[in-house]
């Protein structure tokens, strides 16, 4: 049974530049969220997708978009970007329902700096 | 507004010994608790959760304590082992129709031999 892997593991991007990072869910989890957490902050909810279609979504601007593909995989892209967008971004994915209860299943993350 | 928070950011523990972390939350409508361990390059890994219809929930040398009350949890680890030496996040889901969780700031876990 594979992991949650995100890549790239590190990037380093300019001010206004756009950014697209990557996951690719644990095998037979649907569902795949994205996190941001900043230095010495707990991660916090972007938004999640469930059948190719967004059904939840944090405090972010719109900017912050995604992708869930036929395979579970998932795009997250930030537009526009600026300096508090440094942070490491995490995907999560779990089974319909039973994340909040049993557990997402985290990667180990993107840590994105924007200078 | 912090709607989860750990008020200590560190901890330091003899090998051992009990490890005590806490949090607390201030929305009445989580339904469900949930405690994950971080180790430095590596993502979330999850431990331990607990309905709010439950006030413990035990898995080995982890078990959680709800005190709804209170809107107060806490995360007993015994015995300590210098492995589990990492941060701890507390997490809180609200209802059915929610799906994202609501993290605390976390606390830092020293385990010493």
């Known amino acids: 049974e594979t992991g949650v892997t995100q890549s790239p593991t590190h990037l380093i991007k300019t001010r206004g530049q756009q950014v697209t990072l990557r996951c690719s869910s644990q095998s037979g989890h649907n569902t795949v969220s994205w996190y941001q957490q900043a230095l010495g902050q707990g991660p916090q909810f972007i938004f999640q997708y469930y059948r190719e279609e967004e059904n939840g979504r944090g405090n972010f601007p719109p900017r912050f978009s995604g992708l869930q593909f036929p395979n579970y995989s998932s795009e997250l892209n930030v537009n526009a970007l600026e300096l508090d967008d440094s942070a490491l971004y995490l995907c999560?994915?779990?089974?319909?329902?039973?994340?909040?209860?049993?557990?997402?299943?985290f990667g180990s993350g993107t840590r994105l700096t924007v200078v | 507004d912090q709607q989860v928070k750990q008020n200590s950011p560190s901890l330091s523990v003899q090998e051992g010994r009990i490890s005590i972390l806490n949090c607390d939350y201030t929305n009445s409508m989580f339904d469900y608790f949930l405690w994950y361990k971080k180790y430095p390059a590596e993502g979330p890994t999850f431990l331990i959760s607990?309905?709010?219809?439950?006030d413990k929930n035990e898995d080995g040398r982890f078990t959680v304590f709800l005190n709804k009350s209170a809107k107060h949890l806490s995360l007993h680890i015994v015995p300590s082992q210098p492995g589990d030496s990492a941060v701890y996040f507390c997490a809180a889901s609200a209802g059915a129709g929610s799906y994202q969780l609501t993290f605390g700031k976390g606390t830092k876990l020293s385990v010493i031999p």
């Open positions: 999560a994915s779990s089974q319909t329902g039973l994340g909040r209860k049993t557990g997402y299943t």
């Open positions: 607990i309905s709010s219809i439950k």
